[in-house]
T-cell receptor, first 114, second 112 residues
């Protein structure tokens, strides 16, 4: 089945450690996105990539980094510079850069940093 | 950037009741999307709207693209316990980027 796979589902880290969240899609989608979700805040865009080897900062990119070496994969690294990293992280993709192509989401990774 | 106001923020209803929620934007939108997020999962697309005035149904769900292109509503008829979740509106502003703007969500709780 085609879809977006995020792993792991739950992740625990100590403060000061970098951590990488995985996102893989087999939908042959060009564009991929990372969102952060906090209670009552909706979805906030961290980074997005419209093509391999290219990515752009979203609204809250500070303390995060990404890479897009393959079309299928868009990993997100939460660095120690991110002041409040505990959150639910969602990866999404879309097939075409058009208004008629909605985002499809993975099932999320819940990161807890203590 | 674009502002999307989604209301209400939360709803507590009895099973069998109808539900209505809406989103308004500060600018004209080309597309309106409605997603549902179950607890601990990713949002799933319910309905996509692409033309002003468009009214689209998906089972017990009905959504409309407002004629002014600045608003959209989602109705759920005869609610059931599995309707529980967070409902998000999203859309693309006219002349804007291909990045959708999301509302803050409406949390729905259905009492059996």
């Amino acid at each position: 089945d085609g879809g977006i796979t995020q792993s792991p589902k739950y992740l625990f880290r100590k403060e000061g450690q970098n951590v990488t969240l995985s996102c893989e899609q087999n939908l042959n989608h060009d564009a991929m996105y990372w969102y952060r979700q906090d209670p009552g805040q909706g979805l906030r865009l961290i980074y997005y990539s419209q093509i391999v080897n290219d990515f752009q900062k979203g609204d809250i990119a500070e303390g995060y980094s990404v890479s897009r070496e393959k079309k299928e994969s868009f990993p997100l690294t939460v660095t120690s510079a991110q002041k409040n990293p505990t959150a639910f992280y969602l990866c999404a993709s879309r097939g075409k850069l058009s208004y008629n192509s909605p985002l499809h989401f993975g099932n999320g990774t819940r990161l807890t940093v203590t | 950037g674009q502002q999307l106001n989604q209301s209400p923020q939360s709803m507590f209803i009895q099973e069998g009741e109808d539900v209505s929620m809406n989103c308004t934007s500060s600018s004209i939108f080309n597309t309106w999307l409605w997603y549902k997020q179950d607890p601990g999962e990713g949002p799933v697309l319910l309905i996509a709207l692409y033309k002003a005035g468009e009214l689209t149904s998906n089972g017990r769900l009905t959504a409309q693209f407002g004629i002014t292109r600045k608003d959209s509503f989602l109705n759920i008829s005869a609610s059931i316990p599995s309707d529980v979740g967070i409902y998000f509106c999203a859309g693309h502003a006219s002349g804007g980027s291909y990045i959708p703007t999301f509302g803050r969500g409406t949390s729905l709780i259905v009492h059996p």
